[in-house]
């Protein structure tokens, strides 16, 4: 049989002393969920919360995701009513690999947005910096040794999130307008140019075009 919500709330109540949380409305709080997903413990419905609030609220509670589950759902109690007592193991690792899962995906999205936060604050120096230095290797006087130190663990960095330069500084190359950026004037697909700051990609995705300029036939 079914436990009621009644149970269920008198359960998270007896947790909430555990924890130390005086009441549904600091676990809400506390856990940094909705009141919505503090609803679904209360009324035996666990399983339909997202991976992640799922896991803030066992932190908040002091239990481990499997007691989460199998003490604010009808998981667990279903299968051992049947006659095969394997049912409700079964069943836990089922959701438990669903939400490592789930929890997975969700660090790779965090991770991705990190580096897109990252790259929107270097956004100026990744393009702008590299064109200093190659200024700088162009005059013997210029120490430009100097900014070695500098550069060196941006492209350790960039080398790791698999971040590439479309082409070096002062490159002279065909014109591709899906790469290139004409700073001024036209030009055609084909045509040769000047690379005179940086663009970068990620794998296939295009994070910023390289600005160029037309070299003039002699």
Known sequence: MNQSSSDYNAILRLQLQVAGIPSFRGLSRVADVSRWQVEQLRTGKAHRIRADALYSLSQALQMSLTDVLTTFSDISVEANATLEPGLATTQLKQEYER??????????????????????????????????????????????????????????????????????????????????????????SGDLVKVRYMGYRQGEKLLYRAQVSRVNPN
């Open 99 to 188: 939400l490592q899962i789930e929890i997975q995906q969700q660090r790779q999205v965090l991770y991705q947005e990190f580096q897109q936060d990252c790259l929107r604050s270097l956004e100026s120096w990744l393009i702008q910096f590299p064109t200093l230095i190659y200024a700088a290797q162009q005059n013997p006087q210029f120490p430009s040794k100097n900014f070695v130190p500098f550069i060196r663990p941006l492209e350790q960095l960039l080398q790791m999130w698999g971040i590439e330069a479309i082409a070096p500084i002062g490159t002279e190359i065909s014109y591709d307008p899906q790469l290139h950026q004409l700073m001024e004037g036209t030009a055609q």
